[in-house]
């Protein structure tokens, strides 16, 4: 069998296919990496649930908190989640550049959940905070904004939503672009809108490869977007 492989000749072109084949798998390797390591790592997320007969008691106390940790899907499983269409809730991170966070890493520090009730004052604040916020805050305060006014201006919410989601894919704005995913997603269904809102599904889960989607969301998150896009499937070939 040795002097079988020994004896066996390699052509040149196939040694220099072969070579520039791995050469593209480690970048693509790398950038993969690099992604990973550019998503997100906040100081805090905010949660946002949908108050409807579906939420979940879980997902209905952990609406308007504050959560410490450094990655998302921590968050996600800490909410715990027991729907059985698949968590809804969105998480807005907040950086450690808002001054409003400062604040709220006392109050968190002097608890032992990890997590808080946001007050009114710190909700107004966060709401209208406009000293040196980078676009990538201003995109989250934009956010946070459009899903508490929804209910009241659905038609802003939705033109919100659309130019979130156009942005570049980008490992920092993942959770903001996820959460406008869910919401149009959402607004759409409501609205009757069935067969657009499962071509947004559609494109969350496109957005989002095997590789790199729990790197970027919550495992709850992706597969209530899952779920969501299955019933519209139903509804659509009924």
């Known amino acids: 069998m040795t002097d079988l492989l020994s004896a066996l000749i390699i052509p040149e072109e196939v040694r220099s296919y072969l070579a520039v084949i791995g050469l593209l798998l480690c970048w693509k390797l790398h950038a993969l990496e690099l992604r990973r390591r550019r998503a997100v790592t906040s100081q805090f997320f905010i949660c946002l ?66 997590s808080l009730l946001l007050s009114d004052q710190d909700l107004q604040a966060l709401l209208h905070e406009g000293v040196s916020l980078s676009n990538h805050d201003r995109l989250a305060q934009t956010l946070l904004r459009t899903m508490l006014a929804e209910e009241t201006n659905p038609e802003a919410a939705l033109q919100t939503y659309r130019q979130i989601i156009a942005q570049a894919p980008d490992a920092s704005i993942a959770l903001q672009q996820a959460a406008a995913y869910m919401r149009l997603s959402r607004i759409l269904e409501r609205s009757g809108d069935l067969s657009e809102a499962l071509q947004v599904t559609r494109a969350c889960v496109k957005a989002f490869s095997d590789k790199e989607r729990y790197c970027l969301l919550t495992k709850p998150q992706y597969n209530g977007m899952l779920a969501r896009q299955s019933r519209l499937i139903r509804q659509v070939l009924r």
């Open 49 to 114: 649930s949908e108050n409807d007969p579906q939420t979940c008691t879980q997902c209905r106390k952990a609406h308007l908190h504050v959560y410490s940790g450094p990655m998302a899907r921590e968050v996600g499983l800490r909410i715990h989640c027991s729907n059985r269409l698949g968590c809804r809730c969105a998480l807005i991170p907040i950086t450690r550049q808002w001054p409003v966070a400062k604040r709220l890493r006392r109050r968190v520090k002097r608890g032992k959940s990890g």
